[in-house]
């Protein structure tokens, strides 16, 4: 079985703390106390602003040496530009996470319900001027886009379309790029996940992701699985369900 890569959506939560993080663990070290249990984190936080590289350094030293991050690109250039006349934004957004290196995992695109199918010639444009050396994952959230045309766009552009698990979105399983990204989202009307624990259960549905992603994984492809605070209420237990699935090693105290 190839490698499998599993973890939350971001890691700046000071209700994680007495479950996940030590009693008195402080804001600047939740990330290494992180990184003890999970190989891989979607950031969150570059969807909303550009960090500053030193801040990205930090994050690289403050990890283990298997670590992987993966990135939301800023908004800036998937929601308020729409992917157009947004090149210094993505000049700024590669070059601010560019002391990852090695630790540097799939960027992610995330377009709001508004990106429709009359967008699909931006995204062409901008993933023909994307630089080289990039793992791109695109999250759609209108149904209207989840087509042949932007499954062939994807493909030909070796660019996978995201697995999300969201009440608005129906099952995919056409994989469109040679590794696959599985985002838990949840529903945000009926999950608050700012209490530390488990609202709803979803043991099932767990279960069932990890049948679909040993699938993947028996055809050696490499494979990104992300939970939201939104989708349990406690997205570390809800990862160390799916290792537990997948027969992974458990290291959630």
Known sequence: MTKIHIGTM?????????????????????????SKHFDTVEVD???YRIPY?????????QTQPEFIFSAK?????THDKRLVDCEEELKRFLESISPLQEKTGPLLLQFPPSFKS?????????????????????????RELLSSELNSLLRDNRVTLVFTDHSSTQEMEEVTGDFVYVRCEGDRKKVQGTSG?????KIDDVKNWADRIKRYADKSMEVFVYFSKYYTGYPPSDAEQLKKALKLTVNLK
């Open 10 to 34: 971001g890691w700046s939560y000071s209700f994680w703390i007495g479950k996940l993080y030590t009693a008195g663990c402080k804001p600047e070290e939740y990330l290494s106390e992180y």
């Open 53 to 61: 590289k030193s801040t990205v350094a930090k994050w690289k030293t």
């Open 118 to 142: 009359t967008n699909i010639p931006a995204l062409k444009e901008f993933l023909e001027k994307m630089p080289h050396g990039h793992r791109l994952a695109v999250e759609v959230r209108n």
């Open 197 to 201: 624990k488990v609202e709803v259960e």
């Open 45 to 47: 936080s570059t969807f």
């Open 73 to 77: 690109f800023p908004k800036a250039i």
